[in-house]
């Protein structure tokens, strides 16, 4: 891409002068968006600084799929010696180790906002009332008539893969229906 006038050419040194030094870490003082350096890099906008340093600035290959973080825990870090190329596997798996993502925590805010919106027909208490008389022999359709709702959700409510609960003192895996 050429350079015009409003666009300067992207160097290392160009991303270390753009960043203020804390005891080894090159942290970004410029534009981040969801907490991450992004910038216009020769003439495209909204480019990862992380990315380009890795690609551009270490002349290293990104593999398909493959995220570059850091190995300090400062996300705004761009020095290349604390940056590392992982699998989206691995990062998912840090963040639910670290407790940065709980699926058991969104599922529950997602559900209760829902709730607050009167954007659902059951609780959670209506579930395992539901739950409990499927277990003692009642059909799903007349369940699903009951609750207003069609015979395949109600079939999701009873086998719990609608309106789970979270079992107290769980895992993040652990689900009861």
Known sequence: MKNGPNHTKWTI???????????G?????????????????NGKGGQLVKRWVWIEGMGKAVPKKGKIVNTCGNRLCLNPEHLRCASATEVLRRAYKS???NTTLE???????????????????AAQAYRQRASEGEHYAALAKEANVCRSQMR???TGKA???QVKAASVFNWRP
Do not use: H
């Open 13 to 23: 040194d160009l991303v270390r002068d753009r960043c203020r030094d804390e005891e």
């Open 25 to 41: 870490c090159w942290v970004w003082s410029g534009c981040t968006v969801n907490g991450y350096p992004q910038a216009t890099i």
């Open 99 to 101: 407790g940065a993502r």
């Open 107 to 125: 599922y529950m805010q997602r559900v209760t906002m829902l709730q607050k919106q009167g954007r659902t027909k059951l609780s959670f208490e």
């Open 156 to 158: 999701k409510v009873v």
């Open 163 to 165: 309106w789970r609960q």
